[in-house]
């Protein structure tokens, strides 16, 4: 049984209940939504021309206050996300210990089932991508050079195996961020007979366009669009 579980409601800190930890999962889902859509707008110019992105990349480095204050903002926000999901599954299991005989097949039990595989997967995508184009130290299909962004990105996607990959994980990207927008939607009590179904909408459309951007990439490279220079 939970530490939590004699208090009376009144004594519960807000993170402590269950409201808490959505919220701590919306908030902290948003920011890391903000960051995944900042991140494909600046990958998207690796199709204007090697030196856009390559400038685009240095001027961030340029700043590092700005730099390590997203870095640090994210990191923590992907530890409170992962705390939170964890909190929020031990809950649902403290308060339901003997599972159902037979198992609805509602949208929530669909969306939690996903958001389970495809949180890890996402997860294991960021850390492998870190040590692909942050570090360099896995980088098959050709040299890593820390100042050449634009020649990282594209040796990196003519090796077939790396670009299937993140095609797969954009895919289940895709998946955790249509279900998340759509639970933070709830958690925020949007409910309406005619409003929900578009919000509904609304995120498998938000979710797609993303996946979509970011898999152009290694396509456009696969297909000799985008070339080393
Ligand atoms: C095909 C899609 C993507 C491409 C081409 C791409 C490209 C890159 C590159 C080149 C860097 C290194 C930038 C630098 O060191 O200057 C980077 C960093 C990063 N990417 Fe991506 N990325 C993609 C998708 C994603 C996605 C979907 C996520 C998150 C779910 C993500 C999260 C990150 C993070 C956290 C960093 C480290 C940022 C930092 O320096 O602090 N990326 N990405």
Not at 105 to 126: E, K
Not at 181 to 208: C, D, E, N
């Amino acid at each position: 049984m939970s530490a939590t579980a004699n208090l009376p409601l009144d004594e519960l800190r807000f993170w402590e209940t269950s409201v808490g930890k959505k919220a701590v999962m919306a908030v902290t889902g948003v920011l890391l939504f903000g960051f995944v859509i900042a991140h494909l707008l600046g990958n998207l110019q690796i199709f204007e021309s090697p030196e856009k992105i390559n400038h685009y990349a240095e001027t961030l480095r340029s700043v590092p206050v700005l730099l390590w204050g997203a870095r640090i903002t994210l990191l923590i926000s992907v530890c409170l996300h992962i705390w939170a999901s964890f909190a929020l599954w031990r809950l649902q299991r403290a308060a339901r210990p003997i599972p159902y005989v037979k198992k609805s097949n509602t949208h929530s039990t669909y969306a939690s089932r996903t958001m389970m595989w495809s949180g890890p997967i996402v997860l294991a995508f960021v850390i492998y991508h870190l040590l692909h184009f942050t570090f360099g130290v896995v980088h098959p299909g050709g040299p890593f050079d820390k100042h050449n962004v634009y020649n990282n990105v594209v040796y990196g996607f003519q090796f077939w195996p790396v670009s299937l990959f993140y095609i797969v994980a954009m895919i289940m990207l895709c998946y955790h961020l249509y279900h998340g927008l759509w639970s933070m939607f709830q958690t925020l009590g949007f409910s309406h007979p005619v409003y929900t179904p578009w919000l509904q909408r609304l995120a498998k459309v938000a979710a797609i366009l993303i996946a979509a951007g970011n898999i152009s990439i290694p396509v456009a490279v696969l297909a000799g669009f985008i070339k080393p220079v």
